[in-house]
């Protein structure tokens, strides 16, 4: 199918590919109109309606809403390896409301992952875990169904906000140390829950 395509619009359906093969999740507007530099939304808009048309791509109006195509999902879902959800961003700073939307997947192997399931991606921003070694643009993974330990890094839903801390268990109770001396230990108001915890870091250069 590939004839049908002009030569700008395969060098952006191929960009398009590259990017969500590394990060398992579509490019916006911005990050192509860089790549390819040029400075007009609409120059990449019309080659998204042409691959769109064409039936080469799915999209809706979100910012990545390019859905992973055909030929990365397959990549991704080679042997060996397991698709895992990225939900967006974590904070590593100050709580905000947690939102459950998928950004994209990311395919991880066996050495990660036993089951894809049990596992979710978090982009961290903020800079509280610094001391842990865990900086603004990392990514997380997280097991859901592991049992926290005391001094677990977690994700913890606290007073219906989430964020990522160490957890700290002392005299049969629970609260979040951050690991940077700028920021407050949290002690839950009302509920402190554990929604999973930090098992791997996987940083992108």
């Known amino acids: 199918m590939s004839e049908y395509l002009t030569e700008k619009q395969k060098l952006v359906l191929d960009f398009i590919e590259e990017y ?4 398992g999740k579509s490019p916006t507007i911005r990050e192509m109109k860089e790549h390819f530099n040029v400075k007009s939304d609409n120059s990449i808009l019309k080659h998204l309606k042409a691959l769109t048309e064409k039936g080469f791509i799915e999209k809706d109006d979100t910012p990545r809403g390019i859905k992973l195509l055909d030929s990365v999902k397959q990549k991704l879902s080679a042997e060996n390896s397991f698709n895992v959800p990225i939900l967006g961003t974590i904070p590593a700073g100050h709580s905000v409301m947690a939102e ?3 950004e994209g997947w990311m395919g991880l192997s066996e050495d990660f992952v036993q089951k894809n399931t049990d596992y979710f991606l978090l982009t961290v921003t903020g800079n509280s875990m610094i001391n842990a070694g865990i900086f603004e643009g990392d990514m997380v993974l997280v097991n859901m169904n592991k049992t926290p330990r005391n001094r677990d ?12 801390k160490r957890l700290i268990t002392e005299g049969g109770k629970s609260y979040l140390k951050a690991e940077n001396p700028e ?14 915890v930090v098992t791997s870091l996987i940083r992108q250069f």
């Open 183 to 196: 920021y407050n230990d949290i002690y839950p108001a009302h509920e402190l829950k554990v929604q999973g």
């Open 20 to 23: 969500q093969m590394i990060n």
């Open 100 to 102: 459950e939307n998928i």
């Open 153 to 164: 890094i977690v994700v913890a839903l606290v007073d219906n906000e989430n964020t990522l």
